[in-house]
């Protein structure tokens, strides 16, 4: 993730005002509306606070900042640069879809939904491709495998075991196909389906998908635990990352886990080293968590955490090293008719699967909003204009009184003509069993019908406001990144002269506090460590000599680390030439010691290179303070209080 996704998440502000716009506030001559306001005020603090009217004014100042800030870069016509509208264009053609849904059995599917979201259930999975091993498609070897497998099944053999033996999901060999717990819309609905009608220690019957065949066992269930408010500080794998790379990383996991145990505060920490930028930006805080949604082994990790504010020990998964801190549970809702979860069941229920089954939403809804007139023509002259052009037959003469631009019909203000409709005719008009052309009427009809799903799909703004959201706080959401990498970013990493200018002003800030120039040695496990740790302890100037001879299972790193980062030091003065001894990680069952070369017990000041980082960071918020000052002297800011008291309430 970029930082771009800082404000996607986040999405401080909207572009959008509707017909009933509350006037929350002014700035220059444009309005901000308060419903979108209390919209993304609701999106990004769902925890209950004591001091709603304090929560409220401190949102608000954030969210006219960003606002001013998204404004500038429309008026600086950054929304018609190229690259930012394809990216806009990209992603309204991959989302279109979800929204292109019938909505006539709302009621059954969020009934369905509620119930299922009461119970959370832990799945496992033999999955049967149809390709085989050499990548070919053989379903008839893919059916009998499967019927192998049911016969074992029916025997009583563990399920597990054989996901071990069976299944073409790769991860099944370490996992026994085990998925975790699930709940409401964590899979496609036809495997929930599944899973939700199978009773506890059961397993469904074979489901075909495109790719193969899928099994399900229910391993048992539990009341909903509901969502998760935590925080996480992801040091991330870089692409085609090494060895080396890794346990890096998994030595400055371990340093950061010492440092929180001492004390530090983890928003700080993730903000500083977290690879994960979104939550980064918010102190490592993340959007709540519900079961289902991150990897299984990420999942048990947090939700062994017995209480708020108890943080884990790092831990790896394929991602990288995570240190996640539990902040507080949001328990599930119980009450079906709960206004807000109805409202949360009902959008997710849209953007779903299970509620594509039918077009005469999209088609009644064309109708209703924008109108379809049917212009007066003559359907023989039609067929008679049809017949001489598709099929080169002589033109009768009545199908001279139509020409290519004459009009059939309308949907709002777009026009449809006949040579539109000899258009779709040529490409549809025969049916795809091959037994021929269809009747010219139903032809027309079903062109109509496209017309309409097309005009839909093309003016989904007008006709979804969930859809109009989304797609505002991207384009916003881009067009914020932009801006700040114009005006904030780029400019704090380039300013060389300013950066030394305000090390130089500061200088007292940058220090080091307690600290020693050491030597960690990373080993591969335990015995290894033992085994370089006697060695180098006979000898400590010849410690690189003893690396060198096991290379391939240690992995020094001299530099210098503050005394909080030094492992195994606990509570010990370093002193030059002390050997700590191994401590072991439990997490991978790696070791690591430190060889102390120089201690400095007073705090001393960074050089501009080693303090370089935080001068950047700084010098960002310099840079943004001061422009916010001049967004708000160009958008002069009007708050109408009365408004923002009936918000705070």
Known sequence: MNRKNLFLLAAFCGSITTTSAQKLFTYGKYTADAKEFLRAYNKNNSAVTANKAKSVSDYLDLYIKSKLKVQEAYDRRYDTLAHIKMEVENLRAQIAENYMTDPEIMNRLEKEAFLRSQKDIRVAHIFIAFKNASGFVDT????KKRDELLQKLLKGEDF?????????DPAAKTNSGELGYITVFTLPYEFENAIYTTAAGKYSAPIRSKIGYHIF?????RKAVGKMRAQQILLAYPPDADDMAKKQLARLADSLYKRLQAGDDFGTLAKTFSNDYISAASNGTMPDIGVGQYDPGFEKVLWSLAKDGAFSKPFQTSHGWHIVKRVAVKPVITDAENKDFKQELQQKIRADIRWRASKDFVYNQVKEKAGVKIFPYNDDALWAMTDS???RR?????????NSSTTLFSIGNELYDAAAWIKYATLYRFRQDGTGAKPHSQVREEWIQYA?????KKHLEDFNDEFRYQMAEFKDGNLFFEIMQQEVWNKAQADTVALLALYNKNKKEYNWKQSADVVIFFCSDQSIAKTVYEKIKANPSDWKKVVEMYSEKVLADSSRYEWSQIPNLNKMVPKAGM?????MNNTDNTASFAYIVNSYPQPSPRSFNEAKGLVINDYQVELEKQWDEALRKKYPVVIDQKVLNEISK
Not at 217 to 221: A, H, I, S, T
Not at 452 to 456: A, C, K, Q
């Open 394 to 402: 002589p033109m009768r003469e009545i199908g001279k009184t139509v």
């Open 217 to 221: 066992k229910n391993l048992g269930e």
């Open 452 to 456: 309409m799903t097309e005009y839909y």
């Open 160 to 168: 597990l075991q054989l996901a071990k033996q069976f299944s073409d």
């Open 389 to 391: 052009l598709l099929d």
């Open 579 to 583: 050997l700590t001894t191994p401590v």
């Open 140 to 143: 008839a070897s893919a059916q």
